[in-house]
């Protein structure tokens, strides 16, 4: 079929929009929800055995990989390493019997993730991959297929690929655990229900479109913007400063919220802004008394939040956007929508070229 922006001005705007059908769509292959189970396409890979996982991944694809440790550890209590591609070849990696290689690629051909994907079977790793091209090379490549059903991406910056990559490997952290007999099926249900609602959600925090613009117009002057979130959901503090930087040509850095006292505080003075990236949850108020450091030192604020954090800690700040409330297993899928909307409506005020920003592709086939 021809691939056009329908009533979007952007092909990034269109495949933002698409992300409630995209992750439905992929979820619908890896959950069973009327058992109230996960199922992994590959039903007979036998998981019992694996011992270490090692995430391996390039640009956004990597930040869904850093999402995927904390799940992997928290669920399936399995240590997780975790390397850009291009590190991971040439630092020599110790590759154990029982080790699991997770390679994550919207493409399947990003040269140094597919060098890498190589490296980890000649040393003798099962080889998984993420991909949203079952026709790639790294599909070829795998012992263990796990398709995101995106469709195809057109824009440059990376959107639904990386929420169908987050729903992907949510499924495989609770298909790990379970394997290894650290999820019983209440919990196995409960998961497969949180993950059946994001869809809905990132309908919920999509609605939010007009305000994020908004919001935008306050930031798109900035000369360095700051992103901060903790746990899961500072990958996608790193994720929201790789958007801004492909695509306004703003320098933005991502941080973990209790880092930042570490080094880039000393960056904070009323032209930086600070996009706080802070679902409700256990690590709401640590992440609070970062931003509290932010605004004494005349830091400007964006929280991002649900409801009841923005009534808890919204006041000071210069803006806020409302984020559904979700479990914080899905946060990290839900609260990509507001960093992707701010970024673009960012690059739409600065006039750049959203879909082909300069100097990147969307496939880097050269190491
Ligand atoms: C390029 C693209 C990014 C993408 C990265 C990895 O740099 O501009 O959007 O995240 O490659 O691509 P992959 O296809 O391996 O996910």
């Not at 795998?142 to 992907?168: M, R, Y």
């Not at 930031?219 to 930087?245: C, F, N, T, W």
Request: hydrophobic share 45%; with cysteine.
């Amino acid at each position: 079929a021809q691939i056009d922006k329908g009533n979007h001005r952007h092909f990034m705007l269109k495949e933002i929009y698409e992300q409630p059908i995209v992750v439905a769509q992929t979820l619908r292959s890896y959950l069973r929800p009327l058992d109230g189970q996960v199922a992994l396409p590959i039903p007979d890979f036998d998981f019992a055995d694996i011992r270490r996982v090692t995430v391996v991944a390039c640009g956004t694809s990597y930040y869904a990989g850093m999402v995927a440790k904390y799940w992997f550890e928290r669920f399936a209590r399995l240590p997780v390493e975790i390397d850009v591609a291009s590190e991971y070849r040439y630092r020599d990696p110790v590759m154990e019997e029982g080790g699991l290689a997770l390679f994550i690629s919207q493409s399947g051909e990003t040269a140094d993730t597919l060098a890498a994907l190589r490296h980890a079977r000649a040393g003798g790793q099962k080889i998984a991959v993420v991909v949203n091209v079952p026709t790639s090379t790294m599909a070829r490549e795998a012992d263990l297929l796990l398709p995101t059903h995106a469709g195809p991406e057109i824009g440059v910056a990376s959107t639904k690929a990386f929420t169908c990559q987050l729903a992907v490997l949510a499924a495989l952290a609770a298909n790990l655990a379970r394997a290894r007999g650290k999820l019983d099926p209440r919990q196995e249900r409960e998961i497969v229900r949180h993950l059946e609602e994001a869809p809905a959600a990132i309908n919920a925090a999509l609605a939010y479109d007009e305000a994020i613009a908004v919001v935008a117009g306050q930031i798109a002057g900035a000369r360095d913007v700051l992103y901060l979130g903790r746990g899961p959901d500072y990958p996608l503090a790193l994720e929201g400063a790789l958007k801004l930087k492909e695509i306004s040509y703003i320098h933005a850095e991502g941080y973990a919220a209790g880092e930042m006292k570490h080094g880039p505080i000393a960056l904070i003075d009323d032209h930086v802004p600070v996009i706080v990236l802070a679902p409700s949850g256990p690590l709401f108020e640590k992440t609070m008394s970062n931003m509290q450091e932010v605004q004494a030192r005349g830091g400007k604020v964006v929280l991002i939040s649900d409801y009841d954090g923005i009534q808890a800690a919204g006041e000071d700040c210069l803006a806020t956007i409302t984020m559904p409330k979700v479990h914080p297993l899905i946060a990290p899928i839900v609260y990509a929508i507001p960093v992707q909307l701010l970024a673009y409506h960012v690059a739409v005020l600065k006039g750049t070229d959203v879909d082909q920003p300069r100097n990147l592709a969307k496939s880097v086939t050269v190491e």
